[in-house]
């Protein structure tokens, strides 16, 4: 029996219909380098996102490469519960020197979802314990995202994921995120004041007393079809969070480490949030890892006698891997030594040039948008009304397949086409991947 056959036969794959599989069967990886990963056939593929957008530097770093083996001759893993070690440390020590002032305290999990799930337990027990126990709810965006445990998954807002486990999920007070292609007010992301923030403000009002986190994917939603919204309304977040006494919580899993063009995306907005977290690129897509990242005035509600039951009884088995921890040490090391984000910034501009060159004039390419090296393309039936396709005909999907036949890994975000590729991809590697998307997008949507 062939591998497709064996893994067809055992592996339910994860965000998958398996019957689409029948006709479009899994690709086997054997072997990856950069940007390009190599199937068992010979074919290479140019994983244009990242692998689910987390491989920050390439396939098969040989710097990450030889970090990881240095460490796996040394400590592979050790209980994080009263024992620490070397590569855990540096990398807080190091953090602590780049994220948003005043976030100083590192609590590992091991994967985004478990951190959006720390921090959001955090926030509770640390009203809990101020004695003000009317705050136990969340506000979160209209179509956010941040993760699929129960937790995450409640306050996260699109129901493509979520719907069908509302029985389950817990009573979030949802806000109408900025949709600025579509933006009801009129208004453009580029000059705008964050009109939009009036329906966050209304429910600050009505809610605020009840509430004790709001969640937010800073500057971008990823999931909702990389909507980028001005930094503004970030700003204005952070002001009103302050003002209600709600622990404004910052979600950059997705868009930490340079992704936006900045190390963080809350630095666009020059805003420090009460907890962030972060995961995917902190080890360079190589391990799985994440940390929630508080404030001292949130760890101090925890610290205090065993006895009085403060203490924030939250774990995971692989908490602080040694592994982990020495990637992301090494991927911190190359982001300096490299100078990677300079270098990001100047790529940035040229491969915006190249998408809007490339895409700008087609009828059904309805909004480009980009930040950092991300760059999204929303497809549209009409350009003129910006009606979507109706969904049924998967024209994303469409295209998706027909760029897997020439070596392109797109996955779009349902009609949305996105790039977000490996902090140091080339020019050259920006042609081709923009070339080839070209050719799948005519060969579905014809002209």
């Not at 006709?23 to 692998?51: C, M, Q, R």
């Not at 977290?277 to 360079?284: D, E, F, P």
């Not at 070596?407 to 081709?432: C, S």
Request: proline share 4%; hydrophobic share 40%.
């Amino acid at each position: 029996m062939d591998l497709i056959k064996k893994d067809m036969q055992h592996i339910w794959h994860p965000c998958s219909q398996m019957k689409d599989y029948e006709e479009l069967p899994p690709i086997i990886i054997n072997h990856g380098k950069g940007l390009y990963l190599y199937d068992t056939e010979g074919n290479s593929y140019a994983d244009i996102v990242s692998s689910w957008w987390c491989n920050l530097l390439g396939h098969c770093n040989e710097d990450i490469n030889l970090a990881v083996k240095n460490q796996i001759d040394k400590l592979e893993h050790v209980i994080f519960a009263n024992f620490s070690h070397r590569p855990a440390i540096e990398l807080c020590e190091r953090l602590s020197k780049i994220v948003p002032k005043g976030l100083t305290k590192f609590f590992f999990t091991d994967n985004g979802s478990s951190a959006i799930e720390a921090a959001m337990k955090m926030s509770f027990q640390y009203y809990y314990q101020k004695n003000k126990t009317k705050k136990r709810r969340f506000m979160a965006l209209s179509d956010a995202y941040h993760g699929e445990t129960l937790g995450a998954l409640s306050v996260g807002g699109v129901g493509l994921y979520s719907e069908i486990y509302k029985p389950l999920l817990l009573d979030i007070i949802r806000i109408d995120g900025p949709d600025c292609y579509r933006c009801k007010y009129g208004c453009s992301r580029d000059t705008c004041s964050a009109e939009c923030f009036i329906e966050a403000e209304k429910a600050f009002l009505k809610y605020g007393d009840e509430v004790c986190g709001f969640l937010v994917e800073p500057i971008i939603q990823g999931a909702a079809g990389m909507r980028i919204y001005p930094p503004v309304y970030l700003k204005k977040l952070r002001e009103a969070c302050n003002k209600h006494d709600i622990h404004l919580i910052a979600e950059e899993i997705a868009v930490g480490f340079g992704r936006t063009g900045k190390m963080f995306a809350c630095d666009h907005a020059e805003i420090s949030p009460d907890i962030m977290c972060l995961s995917k690129g902190l080890t360079g897509g190589y391990m799985p890892m994440a940390l929630a990242v508080a404030t001292d005035d949130i760890y101090n509600a925890f610290y205090a006698n065993y006895n009085e039951g403060k203490a924030f009884m939250h774990s995971h088995t692989y908490c602080g891997n040694p592994l982990a921890c020495s990637a992301a040490v090494e991927m911190l090391n190359i982001l300096d030594k490299d100078k990677i984000l300079l270098k990001a910034e100047d790529n940035a501009k040229y491969f915006k040039s190249l998408i809007q060159d490339t895409f700008k004039d087609h009828p059904n390419v309805g909004e480009i948008r980009s930040i950092g090296l991300i760059n999204a393309i929303e497809l549209v039936e009409d350009r003129k009304t910006k009606k979507a396709f109706d969904s049924k005909e998967r024209i994303g999907y469409e295209i998706y397949k027909e760029a897997l036949k020439i070596g392109l890994i797109l996955r779009p975000l349902g009609d949305v086409l996105y790039f977000n590729p490996p902090l140091n991809i080339e020019k050259n590697d920006m042609k081709i991947v923009v070339e080839k998307c070209k050719i799948a997008v005519d060969k579905i949507l014809a002209v």
